[in-house]
């Protein structure tokens, strides 16, 4: 069975960084993309940016250029999305989610991670 | 990038069919066939019920379907009924080699 788990909810205050950690196991990490998306309270959901979980490259929402990293730990099959500078519209549930390279099809998602910023 | 244009909320009676639309430009809905659906009942994950414009996952019922006509794309659902009662987001690839998100729709089951 398919798994993304995600790390606990987080309290940051504005001007912190949050890093956010994304499990996966059942299937090969390498042969697949993560992707990144957040949701306000409210809100529509959000892209961020996606690695290739295989050679490690990235590409980022012009938005979120410059704020935010996503890494990858292959021997931990786990995915991390870091977001720096942060400030109160930052509070939001980001999911991961997985895609097998090159297919589009974003199968499975995390259960989400809530972020909040906050003095 | 803009968010695609989607109805803020569609309704229907069960047993009818109701669709939404999700308007993009070339460089995304128009310019490639990845284009996907996703339900989000409140307080849940979003479930990936179409991509590539009108392939339904394993296990997603063959009521919901789509399909896309230049920088649009739409999703059917016939046969309405109460568990479909939902957000629903469509989603395209770009051509910044990343994704874009729709506005979300409501859909209610009267």
């Known amino acids: 069975q398919v798994q993304l788990v995600q790390s606990g909810a987080e309290v940051k205050k504005p001007g912190a960084s949050v890093k956010v950690s994304c499990k996966a196991s059942?299937?090969?990490?390498?042969?697949?993309?993560i992707h990144w998306v957040r949701q306000a309270p409210g809100q529509r959901l959000e892209f961020m940016g996606w690695?290739?979980?295989?050679?490690?490259?990235?590409k980022y929402s012009q938005k979120f250029q410059g704020r935010v990293t996503i890494t990858r730990d292959t021997s931990a099959t786990t995915a991390y999305m870091e977001l720096t500078n942060l400030r109160s519209e930052d509070t939001a549930v980001y999911y991961c989610?997985?895609?097998?390279?090159?297919?589009?099809?974003?199968?499975?998602w995390g259960h989400g991670t809530l972020v909040t910023v906050s003095s | 990038q803009s968010a695609l244009t989607q109805p803020p909320s569609v309704s229907g009676s069960p047993g009818q069919s109701v669709t939404i639309s999700c308007t993009g430009t070339?460089?995304?809905?128009?310019?490639?066939?990845?284009v996907s659906w996703y339900q989000q009942p409140p307080g849940t994950a979003p479930k990936l019920m179409i991509y590539?414009?009108?392939n339904r996952p394993s296990g997603v019922p063959d009521r919901f379907s789509g399909s896309k006509s230049g920088n649009t794309a739409s999703l059917s659902i016939s046969g309405l009924q109460a568990e479909d009662e939902a957000d629903y987001y469509c989603?395209?690839?770009?051509?910044?080699?990343?994704?874009?998100f729709g506005t979300g729709t409501k859909v209610t089951v009267l």
């Open positions: 989610a997985k895609e097998i390279w090159g297919t589009y099809e974003w199968g499975y």
């Open positions: 059942a299937y090969t990490f390498t042969t697949s993309a």
């Open positions: 989603s395209s690839y770009t051509s910044s080699y990343t994704y874009v």
């Open positions: 070339s460089s995304d809905v128009g310019g490639y066939n990845h």
């Open positions: 690695i290739n979980a295989g050679n490690g490259n990235t």
């Open positions: 590539d414009v009108n």
